[in-house]
């Protein structure tokens, strides 16, 4: 059984960084895509990163690009999400979730091609 657990959120000022991580446990990470994305109130879901060790592969929206660093650790299972020069824009819930259709459905599909999501970590920025 897949599980995804996020964590790392908070209550950050504008300009802080916060580090997110995300286990996934029932997976072999080079068999799957990890992607970050969040969801701000009133909004889509929207997808931020995309990570896949197998091919060497890593995707970045233009709205955190500069700002965002996706990186896994495969013995840990685990993907992380840097998030620096945090804006009031990026208060949201934020989610992990897997993919094994590939890295397509991830970087291009976005939310609707993700397999198994975690319930979310709600960061907040202040301003």
């Known amino acids: 059984e897949v599980q995804v657990v996020e964590s790392g959120g908070g209550l950050v000022q504008a300009g802080g960084s916060l580090r997110l991580s995300c286990v996934a446990s029932?997976?072999?990470?080079?068999?799957?895509?990890i992607g970050w994305f969040r969801q701000a109130p009133g909004k889509e879901r929207e997808g931020l990163s995309c990570?896949?060790?197998?091919?060497?592969?890593?995707w970045n929206a233009e709205s955190v690009k500069g700002r965002f660093t996706i990186s896994s650790d495969n013995a840990k299972n685990t993907v992380y999400l840097q998030m620096n020069n945090l804006k009031a824009e990026d208060t949201a819930v934020y989610y992990c979730?897997?993919?094994?259709?590939?890295?397509?459905?991830?970087?291009?599909?976005?939310?609707?091609?993700?397999?198994?999501w975690g319930k979310g970590t709600l960061v907040t920025v202040s301003s």
């Open positions: 979730a897997t993919s094994l259709a590939g890295f397509f459905y991830c970087s291009e599909i976005g939310p609707a091609g993700m397999d198994h």
């Open positions: 029932g997976v072999t990470f080079d068999d799957y895509t």
């Open positions: 990570i896949n060790n197998s091919g060497g592969k890593i």
